[in-house]
């Protein structure tokens, strides 16, 4: 019985030690480098390099740059490398770090942001009728309550906001015949009573014969 004890008192005591020199070898994983960009109006996808001897890795989020940062995910893979943050509001700033860990601790990080946004809107342009062009959009943008669109002439180049719209095409009536028109078109989404806007389509033209 003493024999056994002795024996199992040397294994633990093996044991500990190569734990621990194992502990004292393995050193702290450097800092992902990380990338932010926005996937959906809602959604804001993390990308980062993979680290060597990292064990996974843990994501935490804050609305501001310096301070308030929580966990949102530990990854337990090194090979794992992006997470897509869902249901966030539009036109929010969030700002992100990213932390490799392996048994000897973490990692430093750095600070990245995005800002979930609409997608910019696509639109066509073309005449149908006699003093009439037809503005349609190429596709819906996801989470837009309505769209904006400007128009202005060859005569004065000055944007003007004309009307709004929810369908994907809308006619334009009474233009001036020989007469080159813009148009463009910006997506809206009402976000707690507050207007947010996706970026300008690229201006398109049409000569109203």
């Known amino acids: 019985m003493k024999k056994l004890t ?7 005591m093996l044991a500990v ?3 621990s020199a194992f502990a004292a070898s393995a050193k702290v994983p450097s800092a992902p480098q990380v990338k932010a960009a926005s996937v959906s109006y809602q959604s804001i996808t993390l990308t980062w390099n993979k680290v060597k001897n990292a064990s996974g890795y843990i994501i935490y989020r804050s609305t501001k740059s310096d301070s308030g940062f929580k966990t949102i995910k530990t990854i337990k893979s090194s090979k794992t490398v992006s997470y897509t943050d869902k249901s966030l509001a539009t036109g929010k700033v969030y700002y992100y770090r990213v932390k490799a860990y392996n048994s000897a601790g973490k990692s430093s990080y750095e600070t990245v942001s995005a800002i979930p946004s ?3 809107p ?3 342009v073309e005449q149908v009728t006699s003093k009439c062009n037809r503005v349609t959009l190429k596709r819906k943008i996801d989470g837009a309550s309505y769209y904006e669109i400007y128009i202005a002439n060859a005569r004065n180049k000055v944007y003007r906001l004309i009307g709004t719209f ?3 095409r809308i006619l334009m009536h009474d233009q001036i015949s020989n007469m080159v028109y813009y148009y463009k078109v910006r997506a809206c989404r009402i976000v707690n009573g507050r207007k947010v806007y996706s970026a300008f389509s690229k201006v398109k033209s049409c000569l109203v014969i």
Do not use: D, H, P
């Open 6 to 12: 002795a024996l199992l008192l040397v294994f633990v």
């Open 17 to 19: 030690t190569s734990a």
């Open 118 to 120: 609409l997608s910019k």
């Open 122 to 124: 696509v639109i066509t």
């Open 166 to 168: 929810k369908s994907s």
